[in-house]
């Protein structure tokens, strides 16, 4: 029931933004933001009422669909979507807030929109049924197409969506192709049925390969991370956020949960595979990073390089490995949001995103440079943030598995340093170039959950590691993976 009220409460506050009249445009951002925010505030009773015991999926809604051809709507959360669902309830209500001051277009169409992808994201996180998980898992593309297309800040908007739509359609097919397949010879695409399923394992490497194609564009991974930088650039500031923050988690999320899930076998087979494109990924896009002049490029590419890092955990094989992944996607979640809604701040005032044009701001902007050197620092790994935990767990189980893989992902703590202290240095430092007022309230009140957040996981990860244990050890138990 408490599940069902989220998916409830967001049809409500679609249907609601409709009616709402669309020159009333303080009462259409109070309705979304209080609808979002209560949203959130249920998701926390979530958590609290989750057993950490068990891997079994808790709170599970059962919505008859087609039971003649055993395909039913099927919901429900474990350790591993808990908190995916918990980082997405926290970041729209944030979006929206950043979104206070947006007065460019059709402000209905945009709330509106931003809405809808939130009720899809939580259905594509807790879906039991492999064939709903691919509709909902596609149906994120509108909504964010019309963001980037429609309330993009440059003329290539245009060009970003279709590069953004096409790229990620086109991976989906395969996948489509797969489940197409396993429905055929299974008879059901029930997640929980197909769990306890035995495939070959010639038809898990191909169905494996499926899935990837589809996993790896939303990741993403090289040589389809082409439409990320350029879908970041011409995004709107809360759409460069749910981009970064959310909708990469969708590839981790589909390797943790149906390529390591159903096809272990095939993993363990292409995990050399994986590791050389993870590493690949992470050496070029961080040394394409250090040489953008675009803030919102630079971003890009470094959520690339992090998300890349992300993979090599998830294949370490190992118990410790995944659930360091998945505090890796989550801290990823906060510091990447946090990043892009800084740029957001500058780009308010001034109206670009170009390194150059800024400098000085320690002497204009005091406020907003400290949580700019916060969010820097914990972009980069420091001690008692949450990217430290992630990345220190990830690597150790990462130098079990390859040691050679090890040793160049490890570069990314290096290349991020050059990176991330070299950004921050031209616009904290050197002469003021521009003039500005520091972060207002709002803008203060935006940044405060996500910096409690990064430092809370930081200090205490055992909390976060205690509830997905049960789940991340079901998947990941060793006869899966010889």
Known sequence: MLLNSLFLLLIIGVFGLIIIPAEYRLLLRQFSLFITALVFILSLFLWLGFD???????????????????????????????????????????CLLASWTFEKGNLKIYLISFLSMELVLLLVFTSLDLLF????????????????????SRQRKIRAAYMFFLYTLFGSLFMLIGVVYIYLSVGSTSYEILSITKFSNYN?????LAFFASFAAKVPMLPVHIWLPEAH??????????????????????????????????CLYFTPFVFSLSVLGIVYTSLTAIRQTDLKRLIAYTSVAHMNLVMVGLFSGTVIGVEAAILQSLSHGFVSSALFLIIGVLYDRWHTRGVNYYGGLTHTMPIFIIIFLFFTMANLGLPGTSSFVGEFLLLVSAFDANTTACFFASTSMI??????????????????????CDLNYREFVIFVPLLVGTVFMGLYPNIFFSAMHASVSNLVWIDRWV
């Not at 898990?204 to 494996?208: E, V």
């Not at 981009?243 to 988690?249: D, E, H, N, P, V």
């Not at 990176?419 to 170039?433: D, E, Q, T, V």
């Open 52 to 94: 950490q015991s068990t891997s079994k999926f808790q709170f599970v809604v059962n919505n008859l669909w087609l039971p003649v051809s055993n395909i039913n709507l099927v919901l429900g959360i474990d350790g591993i979507s808990l908190f995916f669902l918990l980082l997405t309830t926290l970041i729209f209500p944030l």
């Open 233 to 266: 650039v011409e995004a709107p500031t809360a759409g460069s956020v749910i981009l970064a923050g959310i909708l990469l988690k969708l590839g981790s999320y589909g390797f943790l949960r149906f390529s390591l899930g159903l096809f272990p076998q095939a």
């Open 133 to 152: 998980f691919y509709i909902f898992f596609e149906a994120v593309l509108i909504p964010m197409f019309l963001v980037i297309g429609i309330y993009g």
């Open 204 to 208: 898990q490497r191909w169905l494996w």
């Open 415 to 436: 290349f991020g340093g050059v990176y991330s202290l070299w950004l921050f240095n031209r616009i904290a430092y050197g002469n003021i170039k521009l003039i500005g």
